[in-house]
C-alpha cells in the first residue's frame, strides 16, 4: 500500500526535482504536482515531465494533497508555509527538505497551527542546483533523518518514513536539536571551512600568480567541490543553525590551534596519532557503505 497518493513538492531545484523523479520511478501511481518561486524553473519543468502538474501558485499546488514537501531555503520555510496555510487540506501532512530542523519545526508551527509538521532531512546532495541537476537515485542508500515533535500521530510519522524508504533511504528519526549539532559537525562546519579555504586561496591568487587554479589537484579541488554549493541556501543553514555551528566553529578553533602548536614545535608523534586516528574515520565512512574506496574518489581518468 502507498504511504500517499498525492505528493506536493515547493520547490523544484536539486533536492525537490530529485524527490519528483524518485516518486514517480518508486510509485509510478503516485500524482506529483510542483510549484517554484522562479517563471523559469517552472516553465523548465513542464518541458521536463517529471511532475504531473506545475502550479503557478503555491496554494493551487497543495490544494488537493495528502503529503506537501517543501524544498527551499531554510530561511523561507515560514514565509511558504503562511503562502500556502489557506489552501492546506485539514488532514494533509507537510515535511521538508532542510539542513536545520529546530529553526524550520519553529517556523512552520507558527506559519501552520493545527496542521501535522514532520520536519526531514534526506542527508544527500551534489554540488549542482537546478530542476536539471537531479536525479531519481540520488537518495538511494543514504540516510534521510525524520524530527518529529512528540506530538507529531505515530501513524503520520510511519506513512513519511515508509515514504523515504520506499525512495531508497534508510530512516533514522531523532531529536531535532541533535540532528542539528551532529549536522554541525558531518556537514555544515566543512562547508564553512571549505568556503573559508576557497576564499582565502582566491584572495592569494595575485600573490601566486594563479598558481592555486592551475595545481588545485593537492586537494583544493576537492574543496571546491563543496563551496560550489548553493549559496542561497547555505547562507539561511548558518543563519538558522547559529548555535550549533558556533559551538562546533568553537571546538574546531581549539583543536586548530593545537594542531598548529604540534607543527610550530615539531611534535611529530602527536601529529601522526592525529593522521592515524582520521585515516581510521575514512575507513569507517568506506564499511558503512557512505562513499566508496575507489581511487583518486572515483575519478575518471
Known amino acids: 500500500m502507498l504511504p500517499f497518493s498525492r505528493v506536493s513538492i515547493i520547490g523544484l531545484g536539486l533536492i525537490g526535482s530529485s524527490v519528483a523523479r524518485a516518486v514517480k520511478a518508486a510509485m509510478p501511481s503516485v500524482r506529483v504536482t ?43 520555510m515560514g514565509s511558504v508555509g503562511e503562502a500556502i496555510r489557506d489552501d492546506l487540506p485539514a ?20 506559519a ?22 537531479g536525479f531519481a ?74 598558481e592555486v587554479i592551475k595545481y588545485s589537484a593537492g586537494g583544493f579541488r576537492d574543496f571546491t567541490r563543496i563551496a560550489a554549493s548553493d549559496p542561497v541556501m547555505w547562507r539561511d543553514v548558518f543563519l538558522n543553525n547559529k548555535d550549533a555551528v558556533l559551538e562546533m566553529l568553537q571546538r574546531f578553533s581549539e583543536d586548530l590551534t593545537a594542531l598548529q602548536r604540534a607543527i610550530r614545535y615539531s611534535k611529530g608523534d602527536e601529529l601522526e596519532a592525529l593522521f592515524s586516528r582520521t585515516r581510521a574515520i575514512r575507513r569507517s565512512i568506506v564499511e558503512q557503505g557512505q562513499d566508496d574506496d575507489a581511487p583518486d574518489f572515483g575519478r575518471k581518468h
Open 91 to 110: 488532514e494533509a501532512i507537510v515535511s521538508d527538505v532542510g539542513s536545520s530542523k529546530q529553526s524550520v519545526a519553529e517556523a512552520l508551527a507558527a
Open 112 to 133: 501552520l497551527p493545527g496542521a501535522t509538521i514532520i520536519p526531514a532531512h534526506p542527508v544527500a546532495g551534489t554540488e549542482n542546483s537546478g530542476p536539471d541537476a
Open 137 to 210: 537515485t540520488l537518495f538511494q542508500g543514504r540516510w534521510c533523518i525524520l524530527t518529529p515533535p512528540a506530538d507529531a500521530p505515530e501513524a503520520a510519522v510511519e506513512a513519511l518514513q515508509t515514504f523515504w524508504q520506499r525512495l531508497g533511504a534508510d530512516v533514522e528519526i531523532m531529536d531535532a536539536r541533535h540532528h542539528d549539532l551532529v549536522l554541525a559537525v558531518t556537514s555544515h562546519l566543512p562547508h564553512l571551512i571549505a568556503y573559508t579555504i576557497v576564499g582565502t586561496a582566491d584572495d592569494l591568487e595575485e600573490v601566486t600568480q594563479s
Open 34 to 76: 510542483g510549484y517554484d518561486a522562479e517563471a523559469h524553473v517552472r516553465e523548465r519543468v513542464r518541458d521536463l515531465g517529471f511532475c504531473d502538474d506545475v502550479a503557478d501558485t503555491p496554494g493551487t499546488a497543495v490544494i488537493d494533497a495528502d503529503l506537501v514537501v517543501l524544498c527551499v531555503p531554510v530561511g523561507a
